[in-house]
């Protein structure tokens, strides 16, 4: 059992909440839950407290949440200069998808399947000498490809981020032009890859990515600020039955 400011919040309130706090262990299932309640307590009875009329219909606790937070929380939005320091220092996150034209063949192969993916492995090196020594790509596609794609030849067209498996991603940007000399394992098997033209990612101007980078600053200030209204009010609250010094919420760091 707990208590906030003379409000109890019980056992099996808190074993209610749980199911919406997923974690690691139960014990730290239970932590976020009793915080969650208390927390959503203490911010009731602020709005009480300045007369804002309190509700049980989820929308309308949403509204007055709102409403409290915009009386009670000053909450600064990022100047264009500020936006435009962040777009300087920050290069690398604001440019445009690289562009890669390849080709593959997929020798497919389960996950969990040990014996297949070492045959797979196998048949791979020998695919990359035939064509290391002049066997057509697209003669060797057609004949052991398990992709749709052999019907044209293995070629993928171009692609950018975002479009295929992290595991085969992460491996062919970083690669450049022509036959890759080992073959990349995905969760499909083992592609023998072939890279027909790569466009770099150019970066991409201020203006274009002002208003996600000024989105971006409001969100992590509006949060940071909340985060220290909510600790105020813990602070100025009498609670009994937990202890937020121990809890390991980003809440409290």
Do not use: W
Request: proline fraction near 4%; charged fraction near 25%; charge should be negative.
């Amino acid at each position: 059992m707990i208590q906030v400011n003379q409000t109890t919040i019980s056992e099996q309130a808190v074993m209610a909440e749980v199911q919406y706090h997923p974690a690691s262990t139960k014990r730290a299932a239970t932590l976020k839950a009793a915080e969650s309640l208390i927390i959503g307590e203490l911010l009731r009875q602020r709005a009480n407290a300045l007369e804002l009329v309190t509700s049980t219909n989820p929308a309308e606790e949403e509204r007055i949440l709102d409403e409290l937070i915009a009386r009670e929380v000053a909450i600064p939005t990022a100047t264009e200069k500020e936006c435009e320091q962040y777009y300087k220092q920050n290069p690398k996150r604001f440019e445009s998808s690289p562009l890669l034209e390849i080709s593959h063949i997929l020798l497919a192969a389960s996950p969990d399947d040990d014996n297949a993916r070492v045959e797979a492995k196998a048949r791979s090196e020998i695919i990359i000498e035939q064509l290391q020594q002049g066997e057509r790509f697209a003669d060797l596609a057609r004949r052991y490809s398990a992709c749709p794609s052999k019907e044209t030849d293995g070629n993928l067209g171009q692609i950018s981020r975002g479009q295929t498996v992290a595991e085969f991603e992460r491996q062919i940007f970083n690669a450049q032009p022509g036959l890759m000399p080992q073959g990349i394992e995905s969760r499909y098997g083992i592609h023998v890859v072939y890279i027909h033209r790569k466009i770099e990612g150019q970066t991409l101007p201020f203006n274009a990515v002002k208003q996600r980078i000024s989105d971006y600053l409001n969100e992590k200030v509006r949060r940071k600020a909340l985060a220290q209204y909510i600790h105020q009010l813990i602070i100025e609250a009498e609670i009994h039955g937990y202890d937020f010094n121990l809890s390991d919420s980003p809440l409290m760091q």
